[in-house]
């Protein structure tokens, strides 16, 4: 298949794209490099020996996709392209807003004009917001408990409006549990412009001497070891998910969505202890306050996702430390480095 994947060189879709490669799709990636580097292609050319194509510029500009669309053609289109940071999102709803929920619209419009209507679009577990019940699964209740997380809610509700108004669009709402882990070959992984947001990165950073220690943010949590529990999943998992739901696309109808999480809770302090143990590094870490808005645990029941996708998880907590532990090694500074 022809293949459009925006944000195709940000963290989860460059190793997506090289998945897509592999399983012989073509590829083109619209990104504006906001929060990513165009030497990605470099590496997932190293990887799979074929360079995808890149058009550098915003799902939001009409004109640019329209070309892109009219140049490429694609069949599908994986929709990755978006702003993520939470804290920021706080700070600066309106440019969460405009930049993921109308950049999104302004997209299907034009997707819409070319006849284009498969869709599988990034959501995240935010959207179940502080989870009453575990494990969680698609139907438990949605809520958002911060402006990223509502952009992601609102896109999922004009997927769900778009596909009742016209029954030949089919959408697959991906909805990650907690990505982590980076290629196997030590060559692409999560770079983070700024303070990571994650775990992992923030741990592979204190191992590689860019920040001094891990601050865990409260150990008085109902959990096994008082820190907050998570479902990490790791990043080649996700891509593999992507793939299984662009395959599937025509036995689903409508607009449907998709829990990616393996299933298994893993604590902070699990986290850093399974972290050293494989690599042998020392995390030195701090216990600090709570944060505001973080829930004590969430993890998904991932048997939807197998039964309609044939999609499991294949990568354990192990290798998704080794890997990101590689990754960042060569490559102290990420992809500037
Ligand atoms: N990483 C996570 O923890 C996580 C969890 C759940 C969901 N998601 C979602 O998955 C998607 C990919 O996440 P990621 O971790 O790979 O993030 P990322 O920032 O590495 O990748 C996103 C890419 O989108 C590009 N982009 C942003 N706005 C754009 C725009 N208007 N036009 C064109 N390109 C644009 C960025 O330059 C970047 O390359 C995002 O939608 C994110 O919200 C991520």
Redesign the pocket.
Known sequence: MKVLV?????????HTVVELIEAGHEVVI???????QPVVVDRISQITGTSPTLAV?????PDLVDRVLTEYEPEVVI??????AVGESVAQPLRYYR??VS?TITLLERLDAHEIRKLVF?????VYGDPQTLPITEDAPLSAVNP?GGT?LQIEQVLRDVAVSDDRWRFAAL?????AGAHVSGLMG??PTDTP??LLPYITQVAVGRREKVRVFGDDYDTPDGTGVRDYVHVVDLARGHLAAIETMSEHRGFDAWNLGTGVGTSVLELINTFSEVNGVEVPYEIVDRRSGDSASSYTDPAKAHRDLGWKATHDLAAMCRDSWRWQSQNPEGYGG
Do not use: Q, W
């Open positions: 925006t944000g195709g060189t940000g963290y989860i879709g460059s619209l990104d504006n490099l906001v929060n990513s510029g915003d799902i939001g500009d929709h990755f392209a978006g702003l993520k930049n993921n950049g990034s959501s995240s577990a935010t990223y992601k909805r990650y549990f907690n990505p999560e770079d947001n994650n």
